[in-house]
Structures are given as C-alpha cells and as structure tokens.
C-alpha cells in the first residue's frame, strides 16, 4: 500500500481529503453530541473555543501525520520535522515577523480597499458579512480578562494553528505538489500555489493577498532551511504578536485600531520601510539556506 501511495500524488491527496473529511465528521458528532448533552451551552464561547481547537486537531494536525504515516515509513522526516533550524535562524525568523508587522499592516490596508466591479456587488456584500462575521467572533475569542486567559488564547488562537496549518500546507500539501522529481519552477509554483489556497481557506477575502504573502514567506523558509519548524515558528509569532496587542490594548488606553493602522497613512514610510527591510532578511535567509540545500 505505501509503494502505491508513494508514487501516486492524486492517491495521497486523496487520502489526506478523506482523512480531512473524516476529521470534520467527528467534530460534527461532538457538536451533535455536546448539543444533545448540555444545550445551553452550544453557542457559548467557551463551547466554541472546544470546537476551535478540536477542528484544529481534526482538521489539520491529525489528517496530516496520519496520512503522510500512511505512504512513508518516516512520517516525521517527510514533514520535516526530524530538522531542527539553528538557534540564529530561530531568532531571525522571529525578529522578521515583527519588523514585517506595519508591511503587513500596509498591505492590509490597501487589500482591504479594492472593490469588484459593479456586476459582482452582491458577492462583495457576501464577502464583507463574512469578513465582519470572521472579525466578531475573532474578538469574542480574544477576550481575555488575565494573564492566564492570554497564554489560552495565545494557544488556541496562535499555536495549533501554526501547528496545523504549518503541516498541512507546508507540510503534506507542499510536499504533494512538489513530488519527487524536483525542479526550481516546480519548487517556486508549488510555494505559490499552496500559500494560495492557505490564504482562500480563511476566507477573509479582504486581506487575501497579505496572507497569500505570508503563506508564500513561510513556504520559502521551509525551502530555504530545511526545516518546518521555521514556519511554524513565523506563523506562530505572526499570530501570536495579534493575540498580545489586543490584550494590551484591551488593558490600556492603546487603541487596537491604532495599531492595526501603524504602517499607513501618516506612517505609511514606516511600512514602505518595514517592506524593505522584510525583503533583506528573506534575502539573508535565502543566502543562508542556499548553503545547506542549493534552493
């Protein structure tokens, strides 16, 4: 079974969809089931914080070991997870995600003004319900009243999805796509084309193409070092340094819009330069990575 697996990409995309699917049946049952039991709860935030994180599970973590299990014997050196990055790349991965912040801001900003053309009004209208309702409950989920609400929301809302979605895409989907006759053009669609679907799962259209971008970021570190804990780590502190700032703000007289806009308008330079200095330190990575893989 594993050698058809291993040289077919259609059956191992196959598997992991129905494993995928098999994952969402089972969070199904536990709302069935937990609506059944306790009613009132269903609907609470804490209830959907349990869903949050177990689709999380479901969805993404579980379907991606058990299926790249599936069709290699050595699950955890074909997602790269046996790879460890170095303890300067660890940190540099870190500090690029926060000076990329008001680049990303900026980005944001401009995506978020692009309308479609008039023939398709009725689509926009759907697509900002769906961004205003994505944004509610995002923030029904980021209250925290203290410390310990904070490191939970940072786990729920920052760590399994970089764990999950890292693997998913950058792991099982990239792998998948890129096959075993490696080429640079295959390497580069591969890293387009995933970060494309990452961004469109989300669906929160109006920041589509920052986070197209930063899918694209996180697939060229996994390409340029070796390791996916490179990505998780960015995607990690991407989400992370989301979750401290609406803390922060919730807790003091910092406004979170404020900040959400540090990278426009009167400090549009900061983004321009934040892009810049993003562009160098992927550059420095790519230099580095080039020794150790050739990419």
Known sequence: MRDRLQNSAIRQLLLWLVMVVAGFAVVMLVMVGVGAIKGSVVGGVGFLRMIQALQTLMLFIVPALCATWCWTQTPLTELRLRSLPTRVEAVWVVMLMVLASPAVNMLANW?????LPEALQSLERWMVEQEEAAALLTEQFLQADNVGGLVRNICLMALLPALGEELTF??????????KEYSKKRMHLSVWATAALFSFIHFQFFGFIPRLLLGVMFGYLVIWTGSIWTSMLAHLTNNALAVITYYICAHS??????????GTGNTLWVGLLSAVVTAVMLWWLWRLGRRHTGN
Do not use: K, P, T
């Open 170 to 179: 950058r792991g099982v989907l990239l792998n998948i796509c890129l096959g």
């Open 253 to 262: 007289s910092l406004e979170s819009e404020a900040v959400d806009a540090f």
């Open 111 to 115: 995506n978020s003004g692009l309308h």
